[in-house]
């Protein structure tokens, strides 16, 4: 099956079966790097936005590159423009990840944004989504079902609102960016301590009481099985290009040449 006419959302269904969903981010921009990092076994691949130079002919080509792999594509926007996150929906992700939400109003307006209404007040326009027009109907009838809305939680401000956050309704993920929640407490580049530790128990206890997702992007492997022992079960585990450089690094670390 064409994966444009498959409406299932794989990620959720791995979580709510009591499962831990894996990705990468993807800040290269290559078509290329996506297929080939689609050949493993990962739940997800997020297309970045807001950290590369991704462009909106992109993001199509990344999606068709991908479009015959079990992978699903998430998609994380540059900023909070509600155009952009029914763009890149109307393109064919089963998820977009909103940056820097302090609060639960803009929790609620970027959440809203994902869904068709009733429950939301997405746009109707989805030409890639729905097949190119094949499967029209059974994509609005299933998208509010597929899709998936993740905020990040990466300031002091955002763990202050958590409550009113993680109670907002649309909301079904929120994701922690630790390297901006870092700097929001003072101590930029470290990822560890005493204030983010605190942080991340806080995350975890408002998603279990409000049923939602906690995500965390892991900035080494080293602590991947730390964070899904602390109970999140959506997680980040590097991006393409970090995964390249260790790569090449390792390689070269294991020549035994003078240079």
Known sequence: MNNLHNLDNK???KINGGGVSIGVFLVSGSPFIAEAMANFPLDWMLIDFEASHITNENLLHILQAINGYEITPVVRVADQNRRMIEF????GTKGVMIPKVDTAEQAAEVSNACYYQPKGNRGIGGIRASA???NT???LDKANDCVLSIVQIESKESIANLDGIASTANVEVLFMGLGDLAASYGQTGNVEGKLIDEARQKVVAACRKYNKIPGIYAHSIDVVNQYIEEGFTFIAIGNDIKFM???LADSLNKIALKR
């Open 11 to 13: 990620i959720k269904a």
């Open 88 to 91: 890149c929906l109307d393109l």
């Open 132 to 134: 190119f027009y094949t």
């Open 137 to 139: 109907k059974e994509y």
């Open 245 to 247: 450089s260790q790569g």
